[in-house]
């Protein structure tokens, strides 16, 4: 598995308007991308916290894929996508040391 996190600094006054925007992206844009196994849009409890966006893939090739795909492409676009709410971000990647299902 290879894990994609996005912290998403988000203004309080955009926080609405984003939570919809990027929901209805990941309804949209993300059913079908090859080894996407779980997306997950996780909020704040303090609106000076960002959002994380965690994306669980099979390879770190498939999420370098979807990275580089015009979908992804348009689902970012700063005019019209996502990126039009955020005042900053970091994207960080991981491959999972231990996995414990209980």
Known sequence: ?????????????????????????????????????????????HPDHPYVSINEFDTEEQFRAWVSSDSFKQAHARNKGIARHVSSNAVETFAPLEDLVL
Do not use: C, Q, W
């Open 1 to 45: 598995m290879f894990y994609a996190t996005n912290r998403l600094y988000v203004p309080p006054e955009k926080a609405a308007e984003f939570e919809e925007h990027f929901i209805d992206n990941m309804r949209n844009y993300l059913p079908g991308v090859e080894g996407l196994r779980r997306s997950t849009l996780l909020k704040p409890d």
